[in-house]
């Protein structure tokens, strides 16, 4: 399907990572930015990087010894249906990249400003000074090419620039077309234009699984051009090809197609690295792209058949190409020459002189093209959770969720991997797509490994480490993996103080936790995701309501929202998802202690979890629980209640202050502190309602003078 016939699906998908992030409690504004950074592949930036400080015209950055990669975002406050308004912007943003580059081409100019501009300066300032030493040390052909790059980006949520703004831009770009001299070095700054079509296009290419290209046109054929570098410009045997390429004809190929040529390669998908950073460097001056041919490995490409160069055609005609390796490659040099647009003298020098090595293999000449596949993706890091994919406990795993008809992605890419050709996925014996999808729907009932990790490590009391170092989970020097992958913890972690090495210590060593309790964890945390409000709901259904309250008066809508309990709850539930499967957890192990690994079936038979289980689609449990409808021995609909119940009395005590002064309030709100009190709210709940009976709604389908860990053994004992 073309790329504009699934434009607005595109638009959506933005629009639900907004929510996603403004209910992380972020800004509007500041949410476009992070959200900039996601769809453009910086997806491990540190909050160092974000700067968020428009008046120096950086929002976040990317640095590297040789290439600084500065971002200025612009967006339009969100419709008053919580839309992303597209329309055209202003010259403002062209103002801002250009007070970044003054910035930078006086680094040392006497400025006040805030602390991570000046660490972002340092950082430009020992670059600088790093370049300059090399320059004096190098021969005088070498320093003709050495500078420095900065690229400037502008980032626009909207459709394109008006036509005064467009001209300033244009203007912008003529007067940098030549290096600047920063400090005693020659440094290239580079404006350059990302529209809402090219973050929606990037997805595009990154999704696209068809033989079909942007237009829709259905193509499975690519052209490459060796270099000319004399009568033997390949080398070629029996269903293979050796030949440096015009490094633009895999650009038009990533163009055309996206990750549709990435199809057989393992990793599926590389956010932006080190490597993909080095990449971009080494084209961005002249002498880079001549060389570019000998620093790089090169791209190893599989087909059905291709076609040699002849006298009417001078490229290799290639049927439905697979890049085996070489995709970080590809996509680095297409970012990189996104830069030179505005510049067609480099333009034209790269499309000249920037050649990679290509190796080119017919797969029905190949014995076993699956050896090549793994013996050529040695070249950058894998991932922590890729290199522990192959682990029995993880094959284990994917066997034991396939059983209950739920894919589990062990590792990157593994769906559209496995969906492709079901019959090569050796560990999957039998298996077919049909058999994870829900009936009569598109629906595919699957679990990435690093979110199910992320959400069993909250569930035994982890949240806060499920939240901030979700990238440890995996790694090979910490813990956190044998504790969610290897163990069976028998206590919550709260019983150890949140100690790491108690927890395990009390574990039942070599044996993993029940998957089935694992998938009950994600799905709690889908469903606490879909029961809270976003942002910009609650925000219109308490000025609705607050506009009709005597107490209005004369007051501001902010110091009415900050004192009104609906909306604070509903803001406060809205960011702590993992927070509530830690206290679904509490819960849990403090009703059935370690006998909570046997329950796994029974809680994925029950009411919402049932509904979730068996069709995955936590949206369509909200009338059910927003309604009070639910079952009296639906646990997951009680534990939100409940949950929400003990959020309401810490918000009616001290900790609401401690809320609004916080300085990162996810950080507040996934604490040792906050959780603890939020157990102790329960246990005052749970007391309180063996005694006597608690008058409010949600409460009626538990049994008097029970309580609700005396509820929930018996209705799960039942089980």
């Keep these: 399907m073309s ?98 580059c003054e910035l930078m081409a006086n680094p040392s100019a006497p400025t006040k400003t805030s602390e991570k501009v000046t660490a972002f300066l340092d950082k430009w300032r020992v670059a600088l000074n790093n370049a300059k030493s090399a320059i004096e040390t190098a021969d005088a052909t070498q ?220 797969k029905n000449k190949i014995p076993d093209l699956s050896k090549i596949v793994l013996a050529t993706n040695t070249q950058n890091p894998m991932l922590p959770r890729n290199l522990r994919s192959n682990n029995s406990e993880q094959k284990a795993l994917e066997k034991l969720f396939a059983d209950f008809r739920w894919f589990y992605e062990r590792k990157q890419g593994a769906w559209d991997a496995f969906a492709s050709n079901p019959k090569q996925w050796r560990t999957l014996h039998n298996k077919t797509k049909d058999d994870f999808r829900v009936k009569g729907s598109k629906r595919i009932l699957r679990v990435d490994s690093e979110e199910l990790a992320q959400s069993w490590l909250a569930f035994i009391g982890f949240s806060n480490e499920a939240a901030h170092n979700r990238k440890e989970m995996f790694e090979e020097k910490q813990k956190w993996y044998e504790l969610i992958f290897l163990s069976r913890t028998v206590m919550h972690a709260s019983a150890y103080n949140f100690d790491n090495d108690e927890v395990i210590k009390a574990a039942s060593p070599n044996t993993s936790p029940s998957p089935r309790l694992m998938l009950a ?28 309250s005597a107490s209005s008066a004369n007051r501001t809508e902010d110091d009415l929202l900050s004192d009104d309990p609906d909306y604070l709850l509903e803001q406060v539930v809205g960011g702590m998802s993992l927070v509530f499967v830690d206290f679904l957890g509490y819960i849990l192990f403090e009703t059935l202690g370690s006998n909570i690994h046997e329950i796994g079936k029974a809680l994925l038979s029950s009411g919402v979890w049932k509904k979730l289980f068996e069709e995955f689609d936590p949206k369509a449990s909200l009338e059910t629980i ?78 008097e003078r029970k309580g609700i860990t005396g509820h929930l053994k018996s209705v799960l004992g039942s089980k």
């Design 3 to 100: 790329y504009q016939a699934q434009k607005r699906n595109y638009l959506e998908m933005l629009r639900n990572d907004l929510s996603v992030l403004i209910n992380e409690d972020n800004s509007e504004e500041d949410a476009f930015t992070r959200l900039a950074a996601q769809w453009l592949g910086y997806d491990d930036l540190d909050d160092e990087q974000f700067i968020f400080y428009r008046d120096r015209g950086i929002d976040f950055y990317v640095a590297s010894p040789r290439l600084f990669e500065v971002f200025q975002v612009k967006s339009h406050r969100l419709t008053s249906l919580g839309d992303i308004d597209i329309s055209t912007f202003d010259k403002e943003g062209v103002g801002d990249i250009r007070r970044a």
């Design 143 to 362: 320093k003709k090419d050495m500078a420095l790059s900065v690229h400037l980006n502008l980032v626009l949520f909207g459709e394109n620039l008006t036509t005064e703004a467009r001209d300033e831009f244009d203007t912008l770009c003529a007067s940098l077309a030549n290096p600047k001299i920063v400090e005693g070095v020659s440094t290239i700054f580079r404006p350059a234009l990302i529209v809402i079509d090219d973050l929606l296009e990037h997805r595009w290419r990154e999704q696209n699984l068809e033989w079909k290209d942007k237009s829709g046109a259905s193509r499975c054929e690519i052209d490459l051009e060796p270099d000319k570098l004399g009568a033997n410009c390949f080398i070629s045997g029996e269903g293979n090809a050796v030949f440096y390429c015009k490094a633009v004809g895999l650009i038009q190929a990533f163009e055309d197609f996206g990750y549709q040529i990435f199809e057989p390669n393992v990793r599926a998908k590389i956010g932006k690295s080190r490597v993909n950073e080095a990449i971009e460097e080494s084209i961005s001056t002249q002498s880079g792209r001549k060389m570019f041919r000998y620093l790089n490995n090169g791209v190893t490409i599989s087909c059905d058949a291709f076609a040699r160069p002849r006298e009417n055609r001078t490229t290799f005609r290639i049927t439905r190409p697979g890049v085996i390796n070489g995709l970080q490659t590809v996509t680095s040099i297409y970012d990189g020459f996104k830069t030179l647009r505005n510049n067609p003298q480099e333009r034209a020098d790269f499309e000249k002189h920037c050649l990679v090595l290509v190796r080119l293999l017919d």
């Design 521 to 548: 964890a994600y799905l709690a945390r889908e469903f606490s995701k879909a029961c809270s409000l976003s942002p910009k709901v609650n925000h219109d259904l308490a000025v609705q309501r607050l506009k009709s």
């Design 626 to 703: 927003r309604e009070l409808n639910y079952d009296p021995n639906d646990v997951l609909a009680i534990s939100w209640y409940v949950f929400k119940h003990c959020v309401g009395q810490m918000l009616g005590g001290n900790w609401k202050e401690k809320y609004k002064l916080a300085r990162s309030r996810s950080r507040f709100n996934h604490s040792n502190d906050t959780r603890k009190l939020l157990y102790t709210e329960f246990r005052n709940l749970d007391n309180y309602m063996k005694k006597t009976t608690l008058t409010v709604p949600w409460a009626a389908v538990i049994p």
